[in-house]
């Protein structure tokens, strides 16, 4: 009697709570979607959904209903996009802009930083951090990229030898070497000692949270660490010793930069001691900001700082992987780029590689963006909407979202898609040589996101990708070896099947 009297009053609560929801589900009514039972919506898709599949199943889901898709799951609203229309309003609002909270999975790491604020602080910051990615900035970034590329080729040199291995170990040391070098001005010689603490910290949790990504509960800390508590111990662990070392650099540049000015004049202050121009980083430029008169806190930077390093490392060792993976399989392709790259750099592998010479690679531009439209780095972007989303659409008329949707703005199908891109299974880098004028929305294209949100590294992601796959290419052929890559959904996109190709040394 007690088990059927909580049974009717759950589900008597669970009535109301859906009657509740009667406006908002009539505000969507106009919008496609599947079929939605009362009290538990769609989870017969969800359940047939998981990491491996998410892609094909999503692909499925648009050939029956479209690229603008609304799904109930419980109480929760979802409307899911690859609709040019529908994400360039989205991404384009000033209003629009908190992220949806799937991402509270970074916040013990990141804190309120760039990724993860909105509001006024995320304003004040993105204003702090914007002049880091100015040409002069960047061009002293590639003299990094440089370097420590040279590093990954001597240690890609040992796998050299016509058999199959997975690369992606190799570019994500490289690319966290060069992210804490141009974020914080210091170096973690991570692809020189795999043992740095610091290093493993960042790789091992930067792991641990796309795996925590996957799965909904997961995401919520309290089930997680009742779940999972020796994780949950390794991940403080592992926050603790980023944190520790981020503060002790900031700690370290801080006092540097104020003997600088009181030692100095202030146009002295970024130069060493022998009077030489020190390098910036992105920490500099933080040192020497303020928010409404007053200096940014040391917590604050490292707030950016971790962020920056997460983004940066990440992010970049995907794409990475992926192009050299598609230029591995695809010979004219790695043919006419490699004549491209002796055309501008030379046959002088001692040369330092400058902004200049990148710039002027324009094939090896066209192979960037097409891997990026195949395999974006981050192939879903979300919102949560905190007040009513009025929107028009050419097929679906004028309607609102109301608050609380969540959206999910489906990067990697808009990019994938044969309204968008003619043959897009098809690893094609001549389909960027020209602006083409048939795609319609300027947003089909958005590997980097757009609107205020987009990467503001995006610049600096470019570089760093055409410095390292450039002296990769110049100095290996890529072997098209190993099983292909197959997408799976995370924060950063990653295949099951891993970056799999060989390498043979070209001659001098």
Known sequence: MLLFAIVALLLTAAWFIHYGQRSRRQ????LPGPYCPPLVGALHIMFQMNPQN????????????????????FNRL????ADNEMNEQILSSQEHLVKHPVYRVLGQWLGNGLLL????????RRKIITPTFHFAILEQFVEVFDSQSNTCINRLSQRANGEVFDVYSYICLAALDIIAETAMGTKVDAQKNEGTPYANAVNECTALMSWRFLSVYLQNELLFTLTHPHLK???????????EYTINVIKQRRTTLEEHLKNKRPEQANEDDVGTKRRMALLDVLLQSTVDGRPLSNDEIREEVDTFM???????????????????????????????????LGQDRNRPITIRDLNELKYMECVIKESLRM????????????????????KYGDGILPAGTEVLLGIYGLQNSSENFPDPDRFMPERHESISTDRGSAFTYIPFSAGPRNCIGQKFAQLEMKTMIAKIVREFELLPMGEPVKCILNIVLRSSTGFQLGMRKRNA
């Open 310 to 344: 997460f983004e940066g490392h990440d992010t970049t060792t995907s794409a990475i992987s992926f192009c050299l993976t598609a230029i591995s399989r695809h010979p004219a392709v790695q043919a006419k780029l490699l004549n491209e790259i002796h055309e501008v």
């Open 78 to 81: 979802l409307v899911i996009s």
């Open 233 to 243: 111990w390794r991940q403080m662990r592992m926050i603790r010793t980023m944190h």
């Open 54 to 73: 998410f892609f094909e199943v999503g692909r499925e889901q648009v050939k029956k209903m479209g690229a603008l898709q609304r799904v109930w799951v």
């Open 375 to 394: 395999y974006p780095s981050v192939p879903l972007v979300g919102r949560k909407l905190q007040t009513d989303f009025k929107y028009s659409h050419s």
């Open 27 to 30: 505000a969507v009514a106009n």
């Open 117 to 124: 604020s909105d509001g006024k602080v995320w304003h004040q």
